[in-house]
């Protein structure tokens, strides 16, 4: 039997944290069998009252109806057998299990603490073949790439008849192709009987995916209209930002003939013979999917992982070892900005000088005074908000802090600046910011390499865009002529 | 100054204390309670005698706790501390020992020159600290397993030279000097001199010059360290030298003080310079903690024994009263930096 109506009625939601009013009287509904969006800045408050559902964070006052009746889980497990289960973006399997075993995590039948093998498995598991027959019960779960992992969530949510499937940002780490596979799948839930609330800050994937779009913007619910009733992006960014971002390249007129970086034969386990050039001021853009070895090559040309081949910088051989790249004027944004890029128990005064800590010293004496001006001058530069110089890393939203992990690396003063993955997981509004950093940085002579899974992100700024596929350059493209986006496309997945 | 027109946009600069400013501070609160409980309660604790020998009869803790402190900052330990002090402590006695002076096999040493000897056996303590830092640094071996295997061997070595006893004979006079002289009319020794003057430099060390910056920074983020252009394994080498140091340094102090070669010295000193850190809020988990927590972590440790002491508390007791005071501490410690960030 098909239900229709509302499986999850909001009602004048609040969610208050000691300094901030994060969620703020959001009224909406959500109808059954629909793939319903929330889109919105960071710090909209999309992911508290996500956190609220899945019984992370208690409400501050308010009334949720699921199926009609009152909802207060009081843990996420507790939510789950009500019926709403989230695929998060750290995903929920463990990888030593097999697909099997991982679908009755927790659900184990037991006698006496025994397991016991019964139907509840079967019926997994035959979920899971409608969902995607290609993968086996029995394969071992860390053979399987992300989106597969998701898929196995899935069906297991599925499964445990969950109502409501949350998807917190689920296409940011699979490439292209798997993003086609998860969206038929996810395409196919509404005859399941299971209602999706999709999470993502790639508003093109709302437009295809989405029933149904509810907008949030400082805690505030915007609007929660029909996908068909909205007219393109810009819309919904409006909706979003309360404001009109443009998203242009124009070509440079004048460009130095000046070489800063050759690159020649460089190969190492995942990259094969990879050669190129880079001018004076350049913006370079390196497009592929996942997988596709574009995090490999900035870490290769930073010293950061071993390599054969020969890598010039001003005319000169570079030493395979972060430490001595900088110094020869080369920093790295790197791909994981909290794992890889910041200090977050540190405050913005302890990251942002890290990367050129002789600017601020003396005879290996810190000049405290001259390293908060510094401090202080880079958040105002690049418009990072804090109240104070001595906030914690860890206490900004993702867009302040992925700023944070730019300044730093600014302050090196490089003159090739590789940015891998600039943007990811980064709102609508900070995005833009960052593009005009860019932009800024090169015109002031700086060459920038960008890595990125985007294809606008690259064809929006870059002079120039190589193609990567699984560790070979496959093309090379100037951006303003004749650039074709399904070519593009067609290259990196592997077509000639 | 520029800066005052900068804070008109109300971003402050500086002003809030730090977390380990401030934990320290807390710290300090609870010496000074516990400090007022053992005055009104433990007979004489009030004498100025009893109050400066609650620092300085702790000296080798504390030396020893710079070294800790340092590496727990980094998010490495340093188990071998007390091994080290047997062994240098061993060692210096073996090469001051006059050479063929008797039949007696522990009665006979190399015959080195007292500074040679000195030199030496300080070497050889930071030998202990580079095996340390190779299997730490290079090969990437988890330190407390390292450092556990270190402590073990300098004390095996320590017992192999001394059979498992002690040397104490056919020493020269000067060898038992730096550990003995006290400043001229007060009962201060020479080894609570450098205790003082270590701390005041490792201070220094941590809160003015860059490689102090560098310990924070690598116990904070290791990977986002070596991305920023910080030799990580070099640092780590650094500090594993310099704690071996700071032990051997303890080492030939202790022996001098005893004008003795004990292989059984200094037992279990790596448990309690570990606890003083942890008392003073360094965290286990790396890029947090300071020396000035860790010297008060010493005095607060130390009031406690003393007090159970002075209360007649059979010593046999002072093990689990450690615990106790490890646990209240850690408790506390969590208390008000919850506080805090509500």
Same mark, same amino acid.
């Given at each position: 039997m098909k239900l229709t109506g509302n499986v999850l009625e909001i009602r004048d939601l609040v969610k208050d944290f000691p300094s901030v009013r994060a969620v703020n009287n959001v009224s909406f509904d959500i109808k059954r069998n629909t793939v319903h969006c929330l889109v919105g800045e960071n710090g909209a408050g999309k992911s508290t009252l996500i956190k609220i559902l899945t019984g992370a964070y208690a409400r501050s006052s308010g009334k949720i109806l699921l199926n009609g009746e009152e909802y207060s889980p009081h843990s996420p497990k507790n939510a789950k057998e009500k019926g709403i289960s989230t695929l998060f973006q750290e995903l929920n399997v463990v990888d030593q299990l097999t697909v099997a075993e991982n679908l009755t995590?927790?659900?184990?039948?037991?006698?006496?603490?025994?397991?016991?093998?019964?139907?509840?498995?079967? +019926?997994?598991?035959?979920?899971?073949?409608? =969902?995607?027959?290609?993968?086996?019960?029995?394969?071992?779960?860390?053979?399987?790439?992300?989106?597969?992992?998701?898929?196995?969530?899935?069906?297991?949510?599925?499964?445990?008849?969950?109502?409501?499937?949350?998807?917190d940002e689920p296409t940011a780490a699979i490439s292209e192709s798997e993003i086609a596979r998860l969206f038929k799948i996810v395409k196919g839930l509404r005859e399941k009987n299971v209602t999706v609330i999709y999470i993502s800050h790639r508003l093109d994937e709302i437009f295809e995916l989405g029933d149904y779009v509810t907008v949030m913007r400082d805690g505030k619910h915007i609007d929660t209209k029909p996908v068909s009733e909205i007219q393109d992006r810009s819309e919904l960014i409006r909706m979003m930002i309360g404001k009109t971002v443009f998203e242009v390249y124009t070509p440079k007129k004048d460009r130095s003939q000046e070489t800063i970086l050759q690159v020649r034969n460089l190969s190492n386990h995942k990259l094969n013979g990879i050669s190129f050039e880079v001018k004076k001021g350049e913006i370079v853009g390196f497009y592929g999917l996942v997988g596709a070895g574009k995090t490999e090559l900035a870490r290769a040309i930073y010293g950061a992982d071993d390599y054969e081949g020969e890598i010039l910088f001003k005319g000169e051989k570079l030493h395979p070892s972060p430490h001595k790249v900088i110094e020869a004027g080369i920093a790295l944004v790197p791909e994981e900005r909290r794992s890889q890029g910041l200090f977050t128990i540190l405050t913005i005064r302890g990251n942002v000088p890290v990367m050129n800590m002789g600017k601020i010293s003396?005879?290996?004496?810190?000049?405290?005074?001259?390293?908060?001006?510094?401090?202080?001058?880079?958040?105002? +530069?690049?418009?990072?908000?804090?109240?104070?110089?001595?906030?914690?890393?860890?206490?900004?939203?993702?867009?302040?802090?992925?700023?944070?992990?730019?300044?730093?690396?600014?302050?090196?003063?490089?003159?090739?600046?590789?940015?891998?993955?600039?943007?990811?997981?980064?709102?609508?509004?900070?995005?833009?910011?960052?593009?005009?950093?860019?932009?800024? =940085?090169?015109?002031?002579?700086k060459s920038i390499l960008i890595f990125s899974s985007e294809l606008p992100e690259i064809m929006n700024i870059c002079d120039s865009i190589y193609l990567l596929y699984d560790g070979n350059l496959k093309a090379a493209l100037q951006n303003g002529y004749d650039i074709d986006s399904e070519k593009i496309i067609h290259i990196v997945t592997g077509g000639e | 100054m520029s800066v005052e027109t900068k804070q008109a946009r109300k971003i402050t600069v500086g002003g809030r204390m730090s977390n380990e400013s401030f934990l320290t501070l807390f710290m300090i609160g609870v010496l000074v309670v516990l400090f007022g409980i053992a005055?009104?309660?433990?007979?004489?604790?009030?004498?100025?005698?009893?109050?400066?020998?609650?620092?300085?009869?702790?000296?080798?803790?504390?030396?020893?706790?710079?070294?800790? @402190?340092?590496?727990?900052? @980094?998010?490495?330990?340093?188990? /071998?501390?007390?091994?080290?002090?047997?062994?240098?402590?061993?060692? /210096?006695?073996?090469?001051?020992?006059?050479?063929?002076?008797?039949?007696?096999?522990?009665?006979?040493?190399?015959?080195?020159?007292?500074?040679?000897?000195?030199?030496?056996?300080?070497?050889?303590a930071m030998g202990i600290g580079a095996i340390n830092a190779f299997f730490i640094a290079r090969l990437k071996v988890p330190s407390i397993i390292v450092t556990l295997g270190t402590m073990m061997l300098a004390r095996g070595i320590a017992q192999v030279i001394t059979r498992g006893a002690q040397r104490n004979t056919s020493l020269p006079d000067v060898f038992g000097v730096v550990g003995n002289i006290a400043i001229q009319g007060t009962s201060i020794k020479f080894s609570v001199v450098i205790m003082v003057l270590l701390v005041v430099a490792a201070f220094i060390f941590e809160r003015m010059t860059v490689p102090g910056r560098r310990t924070y920074l690598i116990g904070a983020n290791a990977e986002a360290a070596r991305l920023s252009g910080i030799t990580v394994g070099k640092h780590i080498t650094f500090l594993y030298l310099t704690s071996a140091l700071l032990a051997g340094i303890t080492g030939i102090l202790l022996a001098s003080e005893f004008k003795a070669g004990v292989s059984s010295r200094a037992m279990g000193y790596e448990f309690d310079a570990l606890v003083v850190a942890l008392l003073g809020g360094v965290s286990i988990a790396g890029g947090f903690g300071s020396v000035l927590g860790m010297f008060v972590g010493a005095v607060i440790l130390s009031v406690v024994t003393t007090s159970a002491t002075g209360l007649l508390l059979s010593p046999d007791w002072q093990f689990t009263l450690k615990g106790i005071v490890t646990f209240i501490a850690i408790l506390a410690q969590r208390f008000a930096l919850d506080r805090r960030k509500g």
């Open positions: 995590l927790g659900m184990e039948d037991t006698t006496f603490g025994f397991l016991r093998k019964t139907d509840k498995i079967n +019926k997994m598991v035959s979920v899971m073949n409608s =969902l995607e027959p290609s993968i086996s019960p029995r394969q071992l779960v860390s053979t399987l790439s992300v989106a597969k992992k998701q898929i196995v969530e899935i069906a297991k949510a599925v499964a445990t008849e969950s109502d409501i499937i949350i998807m003396r005879n290996g004496f810190i000049n405290s005074s001259q390293e908060r001006k510094v401090t202080l001058e880079y958040i105002e +530069k690049l418009r990072i908000a804090t109240s104070s110089t001595e906030k914690e890393v860890i206490k900004l939203s993702g867009g302040n802090q992925q700023k944070v992990v730019f300044s730093k690396c600014l302050f090196a003063d490089a003159d090739l600046l590789m940015l891998d993955e600039p943007t990811r997981g980064i709102d609508v509004g900070a995005k833009s910011e960052i593009y005009g950093i860019i932009r800024r =940085l090169s015109e002031e002579g | 005055c009104a309660i433990v007979p004489n604790f009030y004498l100025p005698q009893n109050m400066l020998n609650l620092i300085t009869n702790n000296w080798y803790i504390i030396i020893l706790g710079i070294g800790v @402190t340092f590496l727990l900052i @980094t998010g490495n330990f340093d188990m /071998s501390v007390g091994g080290v002090i047997a062994l240098t402590g061993v060692l /210096s006695v073996y090469f001051c020992q006059g050479a063929n002076v008797s039949r007696n096999v522990l009665a006979n040493g190399l015959g080195l020159p007292y500074g040679l000897a000195l030199g030496l056996a300080l070497l050889c």
